[in-house]
T-cell receptor, first 115, second 114 residues
């Protein structure tokens, strides 16, 4: 069985602060794929990043960075110098390599960036 | 259009009526998924199609829910004898066949059962 846990239900920060969103996952598959999605108030989910289980290289893309650690089954997401437009619900998701092909989502973290 | 298209965007129906929700995936995407999102909640998996076949129906909450996909493209999700607890946003997503491919989501259908 697959499971994704996002323990932070809501986070509020002031603009320009850095913020890290936590994601912990469980899977029995040795090969799996991790994703982050953003859901702004408009409602449509927007894909942010994908990571394969065999690629632990962390990445920085502009103000976004990701920290993938297999040893702790974590895939955390950091926004530096947050902006009001970053306010959204952020979802972490997992797809295994077994028979279950669907994305298993965490419950999401509501990020509010205050001006 | 280039993205996943869902219709209608909003649907209000009376309890006990049947509803059909439609999803047009991105052209060339062989995998199609349906999810449900209740107010303020996460995404609940309903069903997954690879081509026209549905190898995973494990998420359908009851036998009132069914889905089909024809021609490897358009999919319809049907809810029979709707109940108030069916009220939610129904999201459709599509992706290429590979496991490492991201799914692209439509804007959803907001279903309200009154």
């Amino acid at each position: 069985a697959q499971k994704v846990t996002q323990a932070q239900t809501e986070i509020s920060v002031v603009e320009k602060e850095d913020v890290t969103l936590d994601c912990v996952y469980e899977t029995r598959d040795t090969t799996y794929y991790l994703f982050w999605y953003k859901q702004p108030p408009s409602g449509e989910l927007v894909f942010l990043i994908r990571r394969n289980s065999f690629d632990e290289q962390n990445e920085i893309s502009g103000r976004y960075s990701w920290n993938f650690q297999k040893s702790t089954s974590s895939f955390n997401f950091t926004i530096t110098a947050s902006q009001v437009v970053d306010s959204a619900v952020y979802f972490c998701a997992l797809r295994g390599s077994g028979s279950a092909r669907q994305l298993t989502f965490g419950s999401g973290t509501q990020l509010t960036v205050l001006p | 259009g280039a993205g996943v298209s869902q219709s209608p965007s909003n649907k209000v129906t009376e309890k006990g009526k049947d509803v059909e929700l439609r999803c047009d995936p991105i052209s060339g995407h062989t995998a199609l998924y349906w999810y449900r999102q209740s107010l303020g909640q996460g995404l609940e998996f309903l069903i997954y199609f690879q081509g026209n076949s549905a190898p995973d129906k494990s998420g359908l909450p009851s036998d009132r829910f069914s889905a089909e996909r024809t021609g490897g493209s358009v999919s319809t999700l049907t809810i029979q004898r709707t109940q108030q607890e069916d009220s939610a946003v129904y999201l459709c997503a599509s992706s290429l066949a590979g496991l490492n491919t991201e799914a692209f989501f439509g804007q959803g259908t907001r279903l309200t059962v009154v």
